[in-house]
């Protein structure tokens, strides 16, 4: 059972930046692609930023050019570095291993990411 540990939301004002972390417990987790979800109160959970086995980088349009993806294969930990937030960017963050855009492991608790003057 592979579990997953998201930290470092909070409250942030727009324009301000945030670092989120994520420890996975899975063996061989340099083998895994990685990507960060978010979902917003009355939102689906939607996938906003991938990074592939080989650090391949991919991001949804709305974060594009704002977000990093990064990961520390020897660390189990993958990284979401967000510049620039915006009000929309309010959400609840997971991390998961994502097959095309579908999560393959249960869902850790999430981090809470608040955008608020």
């Known amino acids: 059972q592979v579990q997953l540990v998201e930290s470092g939301g909070g409250l942030a004002q727009p324009g301000g930046s945030l670092r989120l972390s994520c420890a996975v417990s899975a063996s061989m987790f340099r083998l895994y692609a990685m990507g960060w979800y978010r979902q917003a109160p009355g939102k689906q959970r939607d996938l906003v930023a991938r990074i592939s086995s080989q650090s391949g980088t991919q991001y949804a349009d709305s974060v594009k050019g704002r977000f990093t993806i990064s990961r520390d294969n020897a660390m189990n930990t993958v990284y979401l570095e967000m510049n620039d937030l915006k009000p929309e960017d309010t959400a609840v963050y997971y991390c998961?291993?994502?097959?095309?855009?579908?999560?393959?492991?249960?869902w850790g608790q999430g981090t809470q990411v608040t955008v608020s003057s």
């Open positions: 998961n291993s994502p097959r095309g855009d579908n999560p393959i492991w249960a």
